[in-house]
């Protein structure tokens, strides 16, 4: 018997986020590059990207540890038992292993089993790729009760003698649970991708024969990924506000993928948002790639700023190209 309603919209019903202990500042991290003969400093990294700190992960602590973490406390806030799940995306691009994939690790480490688990491999628009396929997947009937994460420990492939980068990225996990529900939930969803631009942000190396193939280390031009992320961000918000037929001025909460600070405000100014309906949490986490949407949702639901019944659009840019947008009521 077919469990496909017409009626059926997919809904957050509960949001958890972590972040490993371990906080380095910026004055910390320029003293410690220092030590190696790379110059930095805490107001070249606040200037040009509104970056104050970054978390970084224990050398024996993956992704699925982080994500796990994040999903308990989302399950908690849904009211939703592990056992109960039907679906786990996790969104990363620092899995565990080769294989198998981070969400079975998720699963085992929930001790539970049967349900779907994959990862989402859409490097920092990872999380609103997999809330996409959620979303689907509910709307569907494929899954009622589903576990999206994004989780990542990019401080296992930056390049600590690349200040370009190095000072740019952090460790973390936001996961929501996804549930099927008879009002909306997520209004539009909508996703992209450039292959023509794999080159201007990646991570190359493989494993071959036993041992890494290629530079296993995060690469970016910069300036390519920030101009490509400014026009895309505008166009995608665009696009799903026309799906869902509501316009900019619906929008209570922007919450679009911490990476620049500088990329936000203009994306903001482009949609005619006040910087007070953005969402700003790269000050004190960094990029956490994929982590970092889910981890501001969860900062602003838990600081109590963002309430039931509030617009949100969620926005994701980054390696591939990538770049997605969704727009729901909390
Ligand atoms: O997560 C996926 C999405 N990623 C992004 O959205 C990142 C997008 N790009 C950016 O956010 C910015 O392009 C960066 C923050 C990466 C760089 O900012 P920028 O304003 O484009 O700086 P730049 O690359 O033009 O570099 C300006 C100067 C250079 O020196 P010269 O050539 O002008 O003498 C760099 O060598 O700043 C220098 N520089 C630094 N100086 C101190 C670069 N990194 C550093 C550093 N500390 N960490």
């Not at 030590?35 to 070249?44: C, L, V």
């Not at 619906?250 to 005619?272: F, G, S, V, Y």
Request: net charge negative; with cysteine; aromatic share 6%.
């Amino acid at each position: 018997m077919s469990v496909i309603s017409s009626l059926t919209y997919s809904r957050i019903t509960g949001t958890g986020s972590y972040l490993p202990p371990k906080r380095v500042s910026n004055a910390e991290f320029a003293a410690e590059l220092a030590q190696q003969g790379i110059e930095t400093s805490d107001q070249w990294i606040v200037e040009r990207t509104g970056i104050r700190a970054r978390h970084f992960a224990a050398p024996e602590v993956g992704s699925s540890d982080l994500a796990v973490e994040a999903a308990r406390h989302a399950l908690e806030a849904a009211g939703v038992a592990a056992a109960q799940l039907d679906l786990i995306i996790v969104a990363t691009s620092t899995p565990d292993m080769v294989f198998p994939s981070t969400a079975c690790l998720v699963q085992q480490k929930l001790g539970v089993h049967g349900c779907a688990a994959f990862d989402v491999q859409a490097v920092c628009s990872g999380f609103v790729y997999g809330l996409t396929v959620a979303d689907s997947m509910i709307r569907s009937g494929a899954a009622r009760k589903a576990l999206v994460i994004g989780a990542e420990v990019f401080s296992r492939i930056l390049d600590f003698k690349d200040r370009t980068t190095c000072v740019l990225f952090g460790d973390g996990a936001g996961a929501v649970v996804l549930e099927a529900s008879d009002t909306p939930g997520v209004l539009a969803t909508e996703l992209h991708a450039d292959g023509r631009h794999v080159d201007i942000l990646c991570t190359p190396g493989t494993v071959a024969g036993g041992s890494v193939l290629g530079d296993p280390l995060l690469k970016m031009d910069g300036q390519a990924v920030f101009k490509l992320a400014v026009g895309v961000l505008e166009d995608v918000a665009r696009s799903v506000l026309a799906k869902a037929g509501r316009s900019e001025a619906d929008i209570d909460w922007l919450i679009p993928h911490q990476a620049n600070i500088r990329i936000m405000q203009m994306t903001a100014r482009k949609l005619k948002l006040d910087m007070d309906k953005v969402v700003v949490t790269v000050d004190q986490h960094g990029n956490t790639s994929a982590a970092s949407i889910p981890l501001a949702l969860d900062h602003a639901v838990r600081s109590g700023r963002l309430q039931r019944g509030d617009t949100v659009m969620l926005e994701g840019v980054g390696g591939g190209f990538t770049w997605g947008a969704v727009l729901l009521d909390f």
